[in-house]
């Protein structure tokens, strides 16, 4: 992982793919939560699905809406190049999240600890 930030858009075959919230999170139903980062790497299934839910549109209301392109016809490198900046998006989302949270609890802690002393 880098301290680039990765693009919300990559391009497969000229079609446009987007990164949206809702979209991670379909993710990690696919993943079955961060666990499933120790599985992907030798689970063809698990980055199929990953990959299938990268090219499912969705609607308003997060359904599945048909596919943005065929995820069984992707090229063995576009299959790779969407693994891995779908997996890329999912990580730093994970971490971000982990962090904020890790730093607000430590925030919260320390009111907790202070507000003790003043009792």
């Not at 939560?33 to 969705?58: P, R």
């Not at 392109?69 to 190049?81: C, G, H, M, R, V």
């Amino acid at each position: 992982m880098t301290n680039e930030t990765v693009s919300d858009t990559i391009t497969i075959d000229n079609v446009n793919i987007t990164m949206y919230a809702g979209v991670i999170e379909k993710l990690s139903e696919v993943m079955n939560g961060f666990d499933g980062l120790d599985l992907i790497a030798a689970d063809i299934k698990l980055q199929n699905n990953f990959v299938k839910a990268l090219l499912t549109k969705y609607d308003e209301e997060g359904n599945a809406d048909g596919y943005y392109l065929n995820p069984f016809k992707l090229s063995p490198d576009n299959f790779a190049k969407l693994l891995a900046w779908g997996l890329e998006h999912y990580t730093v989302f994970i971490s971000k999240s982990s962090m904020m949270t890790v730093e607000k609890l430590k925030m919260l802690k320390n009111k907790m600890d202070s507000a003790q002393k003043g009792l």
